[in-house]
């Protein structure tokens, strides 16, 4: 090996060595810095300071739940929906009736048709079937 390739892995393994050592004071910093009295005591104001916020959000959840005007809203809301559902049931109810009324028209056209009799039949049966009727009629009234 040459000079110059040796003082690079030299190099190398210093620049290595030394980015390791920066990594263990870090890490022996911050343990000793965490273990001090004002960091604790920064953590506990936080944490302290969190459940506060915390309590004090959920209070005013609670109020917000029991305000009138809150309940009022909720209760318009609950009107709103049931308004929406009868309205909706009405629709159905109403298309349902309307579709089966339809039906039922077109079954009674049907059979009204069926029992009516043709315009095509011959003029002198209907004839003769009219005049029989009259004829009974006029032998009830003589007797």
Known sequence: MTNDQNNSTTDKSELAEEF????????????VGWQQ?????????????FQSVNGTLEGALDDLKSSPVVEMA?????????????????NKVRNDLTGLLNKLNSELNKTADKWTPD??????????ESAAPQADAADESAE
């Open 119 to 128: 315009d095509s039949a011959e003029p002198d049966a209907t004839a003769s």
């Open 74 to 90: 909720r209760k318009q809301g609950a009107e709103v929906a049931e308004s929406i559902r009868q309205r909706e049931l009405g």
């Open 37 to 49: 009295e004002e960091v604790q005591k920064l953590n506990e104001d936080i944490r302290k300071g």
């Open 20 to 31: 390791s050592r920066l990594g263990e004071n870090l890490k022996t910093l911050l343990q």
